[in-house]
């Protein structure tokens, strides 16, 4: 029900935009999710669809945006000035904007597949 896209290779300082295509989905909120080898996965950021708000983890607040096409069905996470510490599967669920967290899912959340990121010179 979703499906994510847009992950690749790119050198420090580079900039990738992630898709997250929910084709025949009602959500509050969709974000983003990252998970590095031997890490616990994160929220990355976070859009509201009742009113495009947004949050963002302090390690991307100012780097990546979080933004949606409504008439693609599209959210998407433009990222920019990328870090080696941003490589890392990165997801797309639905769920619940979360001040502490950025992004919390629920129980009915759906889940897109991951989408690699490596940054690396």
């Known amino acids: 029900q979703l499906q994510a896209s847009g992950g690749g290779y790119v050198q420090p300082g580079g900039s990738l935009r992630l898709s997250c295509v929910a084709s025949?989905?009602?959500?509050?909120?969709i974000g983003w999710f990252r998970q590095a080898p031997g890490k616990e996965r994160e929220g990355v950021s976070c859009?509201?669809?009742?009113?495009?708000?947004?949050r963002y983890a302090n390690s991307v607040s100012g780097r990546f945006t979080i933004f949606r096409d409504n008439a693609k069905n599209t959210v998407y996470l433009q990222m920019n000035s990328l870090k080696p510490e941003d490589t890392a599967v990165y997801y797309c669920?639905?769920?619940?904007?979360?001040?502490?967290?950025?992004?919390?899912?629920?129980?009915?959340?759906?889940w897109g597949q991951g989408t690699q990121v490596t940054v690396s010179s």
């Open positions: 669920a639905t769920g619940l904007c979360s001040t502490r967290n950025v992004v919390v899912t629920i129980p009915t959340s759906s």
């Open positions: 025949g989905l009602d959500y509050y909120a």
């Open positions: 859009i509201k669809s009742s009113d495009d708000s947004t």
